[in-house]
């Protein structure tokens, strides 16, 4: 994050058959700042959020892998774990893929389900505030800025949402009820 190793403890919740991870940055290994990241969800603070969005989706994707995990199916949630669809992406350019192939692998496997069809149910951050946090991703998937933030471009094209890139990146989107459309 911004050039710094933030590190993530995973912790397994089994319910019956289905096994939960969640992760923790609460570790030794941190720093205080980067031991609160987990701390709280859905704080007002842009910079903690987009921060937890990476520990959630980047952070998630590298400790399924790190657990021997390799879902053939990746299901997104509303836009928290957006990033996984980054990650992912990055990951196939680094075994030789273009980034054009691994967005659409990617998004072969992508399932994206809403619902909170309003305003406040996106996320949604500057576009600058994305680069500074993507750049090291842009040069990893050799691909522009420009490329980059129309990924979630919406509407103004001054910020981006990452409702947006979960419907680029998703062949296959639901909502939870009939009314979500």
């Not at 995973?10 to 941190?30: F, K, P, S, V």
């Amino acid at each position: 994050i911004r050039g710094r190793t933030v590190w993530a403890k995973t912790w397994r919740l089994t319910a019956g058959h289905i096994d939960i991870y969640l992760l923790d940055t609460d570790l030794q290994e941190n720093s205080e700042e980067d031991r609160r990241i987990t701390e709280q969800l859905y704080c007002s603070d842009l910079d903690i959020r987009l921060q937890q969005e990476m520990i959630l989706g980047i952070g998630g994707v590298k400790a399924l892998y790190a657990m021997g995990l390799s879902p053939t199916i990746w299901h997104i949630n509303e836009g928290l774990p957006a990033l996984q669809i980054l990650e992912r992406c990055r990951r196939h350019v680094a075994e030789g893929m273009d980034f054009s192939c691994a967005f659409e692998l990617v998004a072969c496997s992508t399932v994206f389900t809403t619902h909170t069809p309003v305003p406040a149910g996106h996320e949604i951050f500057d576009n600058q505030m994305m680069l500074d946090y993507f750049h090291p991703f842009l040069e990893e998937m050799g691909i522009s800025p420009e490329q980059f933030l129309s990924l979630g471009a919406s509407s103004g094209g001054q910020e981006f949402n990452f409702t947006t890139l979960c419907i680029r990146a998703s062949r296959f989107h639901n909502g939870v009820s009939r009314i979500h459309r």
